[in-house]
């Protein structure tokens, strides 16, 4: 196995389990090779031919736990105008991206935690409902099949993260709205727009209202500047990595709904692709224009998630 496979495999969240041995067909059924378990267990279940990490209840309560993914509905608003609210934990992984992380799951979550985890390269153990096996098992077995690709990510804003909570429901509101940024120690920053909190440009009393501040925001920005723009569809939250000969989008679906025919544009110029697709395989793009600086495509069909390869155009 070479040092790229172990780094990869070592990248890949991993499905804690507390039931005995017995229990081992079920998990051979759904594709997990590869458990966390309670340390007086480790050498059961390594004996078994399964990849095994010894976890600890105290290793495990030390972990942060993270919010479980998808929408939900907000109290007093019964609106079908309204925005779904998202359940995303992408600005909370960029945050602390050496941190230790935890999902405590219900039923049909396995697969959507599993892939937000890969997407955002996390440390992350999945505590998982027996129900979710055969989801959680076929996201881990799809995202373990990916191409590698170690490249940096892309961003349009800097936020200057001062460990406060206002800085970080900042943080959430821009990744809700695909608006691409990378958190910096201090100004000055190379990106088009730079924010600190509290400063005399962002006050604190405007980022009292995250959703108007990232309104705000995306007005500065301006939509010919972004990197990136998602349409038709509101629960579906990107991560772009790259340099300037390739792009990897990460296209997370927290709607629970499939979509059809999602229209992605990336800022540069970029030969057509294919997609990933968990549940569907490779597909290819379709629609693919390039023009005005920029790249169109539709992706044919999201799920839960996908991964999109591109290489510059020559």
Same mark, same amino acid.
């Given at each position: 196995m070479t040092?790229?496979?172990?780094a990869?495999?070592a990248?890949l &969240?991993c499905?804690?389990w507390?039931?005995g041995?017995?229990?081992? &067909?079920?998990l ?5 090779? $590869?458990?966390?378990?309670?340390p007086e267990? !480790?050498? !059961?279940?390594r004996? !078994? ?6 976890v600890s209840?105290a ?5 942060e736990?993270?919010?479980v993914? @998808?929408?939900?509905p907000r109290?007093g608003?019964?609106?079908p105008?309204?925005?779904?609210w ?6 909370r992984?960029m945050?602390? &991206?050496?941190?230790?992380f935890?999902?405590?799951?219900p ?9 937000e985890?890969?997407a955002?390269?996390?440390d992350?153990v ?9 989801a959680?098992g076929a ?6 099949g990916l ?5 940096p990510p ?7 993260d001062d460990?406060?909570?206002i ?28 924010i600190?909190?509290?400063?005399a440009?962002y006050p604190?009393a405007?980022?009292?209202? &995250?959703s108007?501040?990232?309104?705000k925001?995306? $007005? ?7 990197s990136? $723009? ?15 000969s390739?792009a ?6 927290y709607?629970?709904r499939?979509i ?6 990336l800022?540069?110029s ?5 997609a990933?697709?968990? @549940? ?8 693919h224009?390039v023009a005005?600086?920029?790249?169109e ?13 591109l290489?510059a155009?020559?």
């Amino acid at each position: 196995m070479t040092p790229l496979v172990v780094a990869a495999l070592a990248a890949l &969240p991993c499905v804690y389990w507390t039931q005995g041995i017995e229990t081992r &067909p079920a998990l051979e059924a759904a594709g997990i090779t $590869r458990l966390c378990v309670a340390p007086e267990q !480790a050498d !059961a279940w390594r004996s !078994a031919g399964f990849t095994v990490i010894p976890v600890s209840a105290a290793d495990l309560s030390a972990r942060e736990a993270l919010a479980v993914p @998808g929408t939900a509905p907000r109290a007093g608003v019964a609106s079908p105008t309204r925005s779904p609210w998202i359940n995303a934990n992408g600005w909370r992984l960029m945050r602390k &991206p050496d941190g230790k992380f935890v999902y405590d799951l219900p039923a049909a979550k396995g697969g959507l935690a599993a892939a937000e985890a890969f997407a955002y390269g996390a440390d992350a153990v999945l505590k998982i409902d027996a129900a979710d096996l055969s989801a959680a098992g076929a996201m881990l077995k799809f995202v373990a099949g990916l191409p590698a690709a170690d490249l940096p990510p892309i961003a349009d804003i800097a936020i200057v993260d001062d460990g406060s909570a206002i800085a970080g429901e900042v943080m959430n509101l821009l990744t809700r709205r695909n608006l691409l940024f990378q958190i910096v120690k201090a100004p000055p920053s190379q990106l088009p727009v730079t924010i600190v909190v509290g400063s005399a440009e962002y006050p604190t009393a405007e980022a009292a209202d &995250p959703s108007a501040f990232a309104q705000k925001i995306r $007005r500065q920005l301006t939509d010919e500047r972004r990197s990136l $723009r998602v349409f038709g569809s509101e629960v579906v939250i990107c991560r772009v990595t790259g340099t300037s000969s390739q792009a990897r989008l990460h296209l997370l679906n927290y709607g629970g709904r499939e979509i059809e025919g999602l229209r992605i544009r990336l800022r540069g110029s970029y030969a057509t692709g294919a997609a990933y697709v968990a @549940g569907g395989g490779r597909l290819p793009l379709t629609d693919h224009v390039v023009a005005d600086g920029a790249t169109e495509f539709s992706v044919p069909r999201l799920a839960t998630y996908a991964v999109i390869d591109l290489k510059a155009a020559k």
